[in-house]
């Protein structure tokens, strides 16, 4: 299968301040993306997802930011709050039979 | 509400025996998936089912069944000879893809976390 990695395996933040999660990947054929939050646990839970049409988008604090050129992928969280504190997952899908290939996450911690 | 359910939260079993997971959705997918997660690892693909009665093997089919009667149903039989069966299992479903249309993300319940001994 293709790898998807991520750069960082943990990353630690003020609250209030703003957090960025990186992911490259590996397939230059990948066309969508998606990025999940993971707590302790429980399920993946979709946060924002991006096709390979759009460099950017946004949701609530979210914004995820595609570089195909450079094959990267980045989650921003404004405003980072104790409730962010999870693993973050990155997922790519080369666009058959909807089977996405995921990264090994990045543990993210809110220091209040 | 809408989602999908997995029992039991926890299980255990000896060396030898099969474990059967249950996966049920109510938000009308077609697709289904289990993935098994391992500590340090990505989500890896076990098997995945896009219509009733159909079903594909993942990258890492081996050691493990499923079956496909209804919709909503799509359980995972963890057999003996499944080599490294401790893990947490999480059952997944998303919309169908007609051809030519785009992909949708997956759903995910709140897993499965088989010990095996």
């Known amino acids: 299968g293709e790898s998807v990695g991520l750069h960082l395996p943990t990353l630690s933040v003020q609250e209030g301040d703003n957090s960025i999660i990186n992911c490259a990947y590996s397939?230059?054929?990948?066309?969508?993306f998606i990025w999940y939050k993971q707590e302790s646990g429980k399920g993946p839970q979709f946060i924002i997802d991006i096709r390979s049409n759009m460099d950017k988008r946004q949701g609530q604090r979210v914004t995820v930011l595609l570089n195909k050129t450079v094959k990267h992928l980045s989650l921003q969280i404004a405003a980072t709050q104790p409730g962010d504190s999870a693993v973050y997952f990155c997922a790519e899908n080369m666009g058959t039979g909807n089977q996405f290939y995921f990264g090994t996450g990045t543990s993210l911690t809110v220091i209040p | 509400d809408g989602g999908i359910t997995q029992s039991p939260k926890y299980l255990f079993r000896k060396e030898g025996q099969n474990v059967t997971l249950s996966c049920e959705q109510n938000?009308?997918?077609?697709?289904m998936y289990w993935y098994r997660q391992d500590p340090g690892q990505g989500l890896r693909l076990i098997y995945y089912?896009?219509?009733?009665?159909?079903?594909q093997k993942g990258d890492i089919a081996e050691g493990y069944s499923v079956s496909r009667e209804k919709k909503e149903s799509f359980p995972l039989t963890v057999t003996s000879a499944q080599k490294n069966p401790t893990a947490f299992y999480l059952c997944a479903s998303s919309k169908s893809q007609g051809a030519g249309s785009y992909n949708s993300p997956l759903h995910f319940g709140n897993g499965t976390r088989l010990t095996v001994t």
């Open positions: 938000l009308n997918h077609d697709a």
């Open positions: 089912s896009q219509i009733v009665n159909d079903f």
């Open positions: 397939n230059s054929a990948s066309d969508y």
